[in-house]
């Protein structure tokens, strides 16, 4: 009879059955162990002592593993002949298995550069047994090394005391020139048994660049970013209502790096990109502006801040605060014209006034001449007795 396979999670109970053995005693049975705990094979009955905490018979002949560990991996076997003399033996070839964390990709890439070898990142995965293996997925479908464009290194340790091992697997790709410029990439760990579920990373999207500016030409060497300027569109960040800014952040560097906006210290929920397009410009889109550049030499750099306001215009649409071209024309005619008319009206105002002032004396010259002429009236109408009485009293 064959060996029937078993499998026991580490640190678990394993309970072995001793097929035909009595359920009760008196009981005729005997277990037979080769395992990493042995050098020969260990003997087990119910009548002898338990082996330590390792194993012991238990009262209806089964074998019992409190906690079983690497070192129970084995061969067991049973004899047991029943009270009516017939001979059954039961043989068992035990594994013991670990279930690891799930893997993960460390110091992952930003970005690719096509034609040329890139690290992709490293597949680690810690506390397994068996080891297992780590295969890396392109797109969801696995990666066969093959020495040129992609290949893998892989570094197997094993714990000293726990015997669990971890394991190390590297990728590194060349991606084609005019290939995919989104690939995704994952790793999956296999356990070493059948029948166990294989587990995955999460899944990692990279950006990859040409090497060459504009498919020709030489190579173009990595270029370091060193400043990153803002530059706004029209100068300064003003605009009238309903008008359009572009705010262009340059950052110069090879590979080029990730341009992501903030606005008054806080991060615009939008796509990376080097151009920021604010139309029809409204109350609230004014505030302060600057952009952040990531490359992968070193961290992210920020640019200097600049403002986007709002100016009220003027009925001809000309933004307040500015002249120029035609505005300007029509401002001397405005001036001109406003001119005259203040001299215009400042005659007409002397004028009256002067009227006004003639009027009035001759109104007053009139009452004067008036009481001479009475004066004169009233002398010539007075009587001439006063005189004849005079006469009269010298006479005799």
Known sequence: ????????????????????????????????????????????????????????????????????????????????????????????????????????????????MAGVPNKVGTCVSE?????????????????????KGVSVKEETKRHPKTGLFTLHSELMVTP??????????????????????ALHTAPIQLRVWSERRGGEGP?????????????VEPEGGVVAPGGTVTLTCEA??????????????????????????????????????????????????????VSVSIIETGEEGTTAGSVEGPGLETLALTLGILGGLGTVALLIGVIVWHRRRQRKGQERKVPENQEEEEEERAELNQPEEPEAAESSTGGP
């Open 127 to 147: 506390g397994g047994y068996p080891a297992g293996t780590l295969n890396w997925l392109l797109d969801g479908k696995t990666l066969i090394p093959d020495g």
């Open 252 to 305: 110069p560097a090879q590979p080029p790096p990730q341009i992501h906006w903030i606005k008054d210290g806080r991060p615009l929920p939008l796509p990376p990109g080097p151009m920021l397009l604010l139309p029809e410009v409204g109350p609230e889109d004014q505030g302060t502006y600057s952009c952040v550049a990531t490359h992968p030499s070193h961290g992210p750099q920020e640019s200097r801040a």
């Open 176 to 197: 084609a020139r005019g290939g995919a410029l989104h690939p995704t990439f994952s790793c999956s760990f296999t356990p070493g048994l059948p029948r166990r579920r």
């Open 219 to 231: 190579n173009v060497d990595a270029v370091p970013l060193k400043e990153v300027q803002l530059v």
């Open 1 to 112: 009879m064959g060996d029937q396979n078993i499998t026991a999670r580490i640190g678990k109970p394993l309970v072995l059955n001793c097929k035909g053995a009595p359920k009760k005693p008196p009981q005729q049975l005997e277990w037979k162990l080769n395992t990493g705990r042995t050098e020969a094979w260990k003997v087990l009955s119910p009548q002898g002592d338990p082996w330590d905490s390792v194993a012991r018979v238990l009262p209806n002949g089964s074998l019992l593993l409190p906690a079983v560990g690497i070192q129970d991996e084995g061969t067991f076997r049973c004899r047991a002949t029943s009270r009516s003399g017939k001979e059954t033996k039961s043989n068992y070839r035990v594994r013991v298995y670990q279930i690891p964390g799930k893997p993960e990709i460390v110091d992952p890439a930003s970005e690719l």
